[in-house]
């Protein structure tokens, strides 16, 4: 199996590299090597750490949040209109017997923006197929609700 090389990874594939090191006190400094953005992770206080950062699973909660989001808006951007006004909610729900994972991350979106029935159907469509999301495992829950600004809800798993 043969991996393209180059930029972001968008529709033909592609590479980044993040670099980092261990900072001790079970603290991790990363780098996203393109932009040079640096971010800290800290275990969480339940397991050891201080919690003063995100936790490298609270990362994998935003990344999947953020992918839906940013993957909604080329889906909004490629079919004619704009993405806007949306938030979002993920819970990480870690598993309760060993061993520790993820078991569950509920993905709550709310939208200011009203949008006819063929975009939303668009941006729900894109919303389930964000790269993250296809690539976490299937042990994990991750139901997505759609909140649309008329006050109808439609969730997706």
């Not at 991996?3 to 603290?27: D, H, N, P």
């Not at 989001?69 to 949306?86: C, D, P, Y």
């Not at 993920?90 to 060993?98: D, G, L």
Request: glycine residues 12%; contains cysteine.
């Amino acid at each position: 199996m043969g991996f393209a090389t180059g930029g972001g990874g968008g529709q033909g594939g592609g590479m980044v590299k993040i670099s980092g090191s261990y900072a001790g006190e079970l603290r991790c400094e990363a780098v996203h090597t393109p932009s040079g953005m640096k971010l800290a992770t800290d275990a969480p206080k339940d397991n050891q750490g201080k919690g003063e950062a995100f936790s490298p699973t609270d990362l994998c909660a935003t990344a999947l949040a953020t992918c839906i989001v940013t993957t909604m808006g080329i889906q909004a951007r490629t079919s004619g209109f704009e993405l806007k006004g949306v938030r979002f909610e993920v819970t990480k729900i870690m598993s309760a017997e060993p061993p520790r994972r993820i078991a569950q991350l509920p993905v709550d979106l709310y939208f200011e923006t009203e949008y006819d029935e063929g975009q939303r159907k668009r941006l729900e469509r894109a919303a389930m197929t964000c790269p993250v999301h296809k690539s976490l495992s299937h042990d994990i829950e991750m139901p997505v609700t759609f909140h649309w600004a008329d006050g109808e809800t439609a969730t997706l798993s």
